[in-house]
């Protein structure tokens, strides 16, 4: 069983950048493609950003493109999300989750990776609060 816990939350002012880490433990031989996610006070959970299984193809929401990048070090079985330029409306609950598919679609119509229902596994989560 795979396990999933994130960390590198914090309190920051706006302008400033964070760096969040998602460690898979566990069965980790079985990888696939990695998201995260987050949740702000109020507001329904929204993906933010996801990763293949080898790394090779990411996904950012638009609106984030530019500020948020994804990685992953397979020899430290880690996921990572890279937030630069930090606002306020970043405020959030940020959580990781395993998909249960390996690589992005070929095609949009056979599933859509910002769906919360293609993730199985998901971690407690990391609060990052920016202040103005």
């Known amino acids: 069983q795979i396990q999933l816990k994130e960390s590198g939350g914090g309190l920051v002012q706006s302008g400033d950048s964070l760096r969040l880490s998602c460690v898979i433990s566990?069965?980790?031989?079985?990888?696939?493609?990695m998201g995260w996610f987050r949740q702000a006070p109020g507001k329904a959970r929204e993906f933010v950003a996801a990763?293949?299984?080898?790394?090779?193809?990411?996904k950012v929401v638009p609106s984030m493109k530019g500020r948020f990048i994804i990685s992953r070090d397979f020899a430290k079985n880690t996921v990572y999300l890279q937030m630069n330029s930090l606002q306020p409306e970043d405020t959030a609950i940020y959580y990781c989750?395993?998909?249960?598919?390996?690589?992005?679609?070929?095609?949009?119509?056979?599933?859509?990776?910002?769906?919360?229902?293609?993730?199985?596994?998901w971690g407690q989560g990391t609060q990052v609060t920016v202040s103005s």
């Open positions: 990763i293949s299984e080898s790394g090779r193809s990411t």
């Open positions: 566990g069965r980790t031989f079985s990888t696939k493609a």
């Open positions: 989750a395993r998909s249960i598919r390996d690589d992005f679609p070929v095609h949009e119509y056979q599933y859509d990776l910002k769906r919360e229902s293609e993730y199985d596994v």
